[in-house]
């Protein structure tokens, strides 16, 4: 009873919500689909799942996925949020960007001096950036490297299979406290 009430009072703290949560784990579990129910129901646009497992698209029935791996990319089609499940690391990423443009120059579909930022982030597995990165655990992340540059990252004490709706409001109410800088 005490924690009904304690989540509605969580609840009513949360006014900012970000577009884009990463979350970084070696496992997957039912804590996941209840994440994305909360997302949803808090208008979080996109949630991208890193980590090395293997996971069939199913397990989030009736949302948008994506399964994101080195051999290419497997959607099903369905509501928001969408979830991206990714399974290789952030310097894969860039390698793989790097390997598609020399191929691209040297084939003369651009030249050198038109290789910048907005080319590479075209070849990018997952456009938008993150606004917060959970990880479990004190390690940095080395996921959506590029795309992360400015996202805030929430070192959790959190078990994935028993995650809880107030573990869930916690972090919400800890990104909207932070100043984001933008490297500012």
């Given at each position: 009873?005490?924690?009904?009430?304690?989540?509605?009072?969580?609840?009513?703290?949360?006014?900012?919500?970000?577009?884009?949560?990463?979350?970084?784990?070696?496992?997957?579990?039912?804590?996941?689909?209840?994440?994305?129910?909360?997302?949803?129901?808090?208008?979080?646009?996109?949630?991208?799942?890193?980590?090395?497992?293997?996971?069939?698209?199913?397990?989030?029935?009736?949302?948008?996925?994506r399964v994101i791996t080195n051999e290419g990319v497997e959607v099903k089609e369905g509501s928001k949020p969408t979830i991206n499940i990714l399974t290789f690391t952030g310097r894969e990423e860039i390698i793989n960007v790097v390997k598609k443009i020399a191929k691209l120059v040297e084939r003369g579909e651009f030249n050198i001096e038109d290789v910048d930022e907005k080319l590479f982030e075209k070849f990018l597995t997952i456009k938008s950036p993150p606004d917060i990165i959970i990880k479990a655990g004190n390690d940095i992340p080395d996921f959506l490297i590029w795309q992360s540059i400015y996202a805030e990252i929430y070192f959790a004490d959190i078990d994935w299979q028993n995650l809880r709706y107030v573990d869930f409001l916690r972090i919400l109410r800890e990104y909207q406290r932070r100043e984001r800088r933008y490297g500012r």
């Open positions: 009873m005490l924690l009904r009430v304690y989540e509605k009072l969580l609840e009513r703290e949360i006014h900012k919500v970000p577009e884009h949560i990463v979350v970084v784990t070696d496992s997957m579990g039912e804590g996941f689909l209840r994440l994305a129910r909360w997302c949803r129901k808090f208008g979080v646009d996109e949630i991208t799942i890193c980590g090395n497992f293997q996971l069939d698209s199913f397990f989030f029935e009736g949302f948008r996925v």
